[in-house]
């Protein structure tokens, strides 16, 4: 099935129904359990206050993805640079086309499906990072798509987002939902340097699109 088909059949389900377009087959979402919506939100948690100290970039929250001519899927985090600051993604009639930069997936019933199929379409259309949230195993496989490989934390079990410097996920704090430790880490990294100069980095690429397009 192609997008445009899936995309005109799926605007006339019932809503609330959860159906995605992988490589051109349909996947439809099992329920979502209490223990999915606990991991969510301090993973949104995170990814909005970063949003707040990092102009440029915007999360999104279980949001279609137009990606190629047989995908539409719909993650449950996403994090991307806005194009007028370089970002690879773009907005068309309220939906978004093209890869966000970083994509988290809360995985139970779909681990399979996360770690197959939709991984591997989010490395061939340009997702640079991709973190899985492996409820039943209490694990976060982590990848960086844009080379191929799979990332580990570092010893304390942190994971330091590469493609969004300063994005520190405390992996422990999120098994225990313990909150404080988790705005301790994400403050750390939103601190260092490499944060600041991301900041930097992405103000001038909009001045850069300003001059090019006055």
Known sequence: MTQEEF???YEQMPQGLKAE??????YVSSPLRLTHGEYHVPFSTLLGIYTGRTPGVRPSDNTIIVIGGK???????????????GGQSKTVNDYLHGAPEFIIEIAHSSRAIDLHAKKES???????????????????PWFDLAEGKE????TAGIYRIGVFPGLWIN????????????MTTLEAGLATPEHAA????????????ERANP
């Open 122 to 140: 989010y490395a061939r259309y340009g997702v640079r990072e991709y973190l899985v949230a492996c409820i039943d195993e209490k694990q976060f």
């Open 198 to 209: 991301f900041v930097k980095q992405l103000a001038e690429r909009r001045e850069e699109r």
């Open 21 to 26: 377009l992988i490589g051109g087959v349909v």
């Open 151 to 154: 990332l580990q934390p570092d």
């Open 171 to 182: 992996g422990p704090a999120l098994l225990t939902q313990d909150y404080q430790a988790l």
């Open 7 to 9: 995309h005109r059949l």
């Open 71 to 85: 995908g539409e899927v719909q993650p449950d985090l996403l994090l991307r640079v806005l194009p007028e600051f």
